[in-house]
């Protein structure tokens, strides 16, 4: 069973439109991420937050923001959606580090957003 | 260069055949490692960790060569549902504990 949510799993939407892509984890990791992909190819970071209220930039720029107001919501908002911002979104946690050394990240399972 | 390096594949592995691959990373500060698998269109999901010492899961073998700086997967006996992409993960605690994913490797079973 996923602890980690992610809303819609596909979207569909016209150019110009500002669109919320949802993200909930219930395991109260204070670390989460989110990644783009494209088909085949790799993972991008785009977005991470270490807690409440910190946010910072991956390594792949985005034209999108995010919010962590709650610890188990990582929200990410597209003001103006664009044809290039079609792509597969996934969303990310981890509580890091622990008794056994770094734990991996449990990943939600994506929303695929298409801009027309 | 990549921190972490793949062969992209395809590895096309008969049923019942071994297949191993390698992943290169970059920085020798490099902490935890491992293994996740991707199938097309899904999210990763994590198959193991790797451990200094070498470990092991049913079929899956994972080791990690600090000197050189690789860890290799290896499948033994392959499953037609072993067909998916491999990623090599990388952690480094002076980035912030942030995970370095490789490109991944494709491996097709085929009967």
């Known amino acids: 069973e996923a602890d980690i949510y992610q809303t819609p799993r596909y979207l569909v939407i016209g150019t110009g439109k500002k669109i919320t892509l949802e993200c909930s984890q219930t395991?109260?990791?204070?670390?989460m991420y989110w990644y783009q992909q494209d088909p085949g190819m790799e993972l991008h970071l785009i977005h991470y937050?270490?807690?409440?209220?910190?946010?910072e930039k991956g390594d792949l720029s985005s034209e999108s923001t995010v919010s962590r107001i709650r610890t188990e919501h990582f929200p990410l908002t597209l003001e103006s959606a664009r044809p290039s911002h079609t792509s597969q979104y996934l969303c990310?946690?981890?509580?890091?580090?622990?008794?056994?050394?770094?734990?991996?990240?449990?990943f939600g399972s994506g929303t695929r957003l298409t801009v027309v | 260069r990549k921190e972490v390096e793949q062969d992209p594949g395809p590895f096309n592995v008969p049923e019942g055949a071994t297949v191993a691959f390698n992943c290169t990373y970059s920085?020798?500060?490099?902490?935890?490692f491992f293994w996740y698998r991707q199938d097309c269109r899904k999210e990763p999901k994590l198959l193991m960790s790797?451990?200094?010492s070498g470990n092991e899961d049913g079929r899956f073998t994972a080791q990690l060569n600090r000197a050189s700086q690789y860890i290799s997967l290896l499948i033994r006996d392959s499953k037609l549902s072993d067909s998916a992409t491999y990623l090599c993960?990388?952690?480094?605690?002076?980035?912030?504990?942030?995970?370095?994913f490789g490109g991944g490797t494709r491996v097709l079973v085929k009967p």
């Open positions: 790797v451990y200094s």
């Open positions: 920085n020798s500060a490099s902490q935890s």
């Open positions: 993960v990388v952690n480094q605690k002076a980035a912030g504990n942030k995970l370095t």
């Open positions: 395991m109260g990791h204070d670390k």
């Open positions: 937050s270490y807690g409440v209220n910190s946010t």
């Open positions: 990310a946690s981890t509580p890091g580090t622990g008794g056994f050394g770094y734990y991996g990240y449990t």
